[in-house]
T-cell receptor, first 111, second 113 residues
Framework: RKEVEQDPGPFNVPEGATVAFNCTYS??????FFWYRQDCRKEPKLLMS???SGNEDGRFTAQLNRASQYISLLIRDSKLSDSATYLC????????????FGAGTILRVKS | DAGVTQSPTHLIKTRGQQVTLRCSPK?????VSWYQQALGQGPQFIFQ???????QRGNFPDRFSGHQFPNYSSELNVNALLLGDSALYLC????????????FGDGTRLSIL
């Protein structure tokens, strides 16, 4: 079983749609959680951290369920520029630990 | 404020050769991590350096080695290159303490012929 699992998609949605991505992780000791965005042939860029209480950044909302070891990302009012691969990322406990990436979920927003 | 910089951008090598990739971390960051990303996959952790020592290592063979310099920059060395080593190699930096979010460089795209 992979440490971080995501639906690879692709998710094909029209502009303005709301889309949700889910992710599960296997290491119950994980302490930090992130969503990264990666454009084709580019480096991953931090989209947002994910907190236990849930957090929002503009059109993006992230949720964490520690009991179920489940992370989600909701994108409202999708834009063409949201088309990318979204990587679910988990970090271990303590300082300076490695990031464990899911394989990514592909989002394609169409006009 | 310069972000994470990597060199070279692209590299073509043949099987059996050796390669060295370089990374300069973001200003204020003292920890450097290296990742390998094969096509269609998420990045896979290779190893992490802090205070010029390898602190953690992923599931990669000894052909993969690294170094960190006093100015926090780092090198990734791969010996005896295999076709399967073809990938995007990403360097990420972060502070050792505080938030664990890491910032990535543009990567080095390595092709093995």
């Amino acid at each position: 079983r992979k440490e971080v699992e995501q639906d690879p998609g692709p998710f094909n949605v029209p502009e303005g749609a709301t889309v949700a991505f889910n992710c599960t992780y296997s290491n119950s000791a994980s302490q930090s959680f992130f969503w990264y965005r990666q454009d084709c042939r580019k480096e991953p860029k931090l989209l947002m951290s994910v907190y236990s209480s849930g957090n929002e950044d503009g059109r993006f909302t992230a949720q964490l369920n520690r009991a179920s070891q489940y992370i989600s990302l909701l994108i409202r009012d999708s834009k063409l520029s949201d088309s990318a691969t979204y990587l679910c990322v988990v970090n271990g406990s303590g300082y300076g630990n490695k990031l464990v990436f899911g394989a990514g979920t592909i989002l394609r927003v169409k006009s | 404020d310069a972000g994470v910089t990597q060199s070279p951008t692209h590299l073509i090598k043949t099987r059996g050769q050796q390669v060295t990739l370089r990374c300069s971390p973001k200003s204020g960051h003292d920890t450097v991590s290296w990742y390998q990303q094969a096509l269609g996959q998420g990045p896979q952790f290779i190893f992490q350096y802090y205070e010029e020592e390898e602190r953690q290592r992923g599931n990669f063979p000894d052909r993969f080695s690294g170094h960190q310099f006093p100015n926090y920059s780092s090198e990734l060395n791969v010996n005896a290159l295999l076709l399967g080593d073809s990938a995007l190699y990403l360097c990420a930096s972060s502070p050792w303490t505080g938030s664990n979010a890491q910032h990535f460089g543009d990567g080095t795209r390595l092709s093995i012929l």
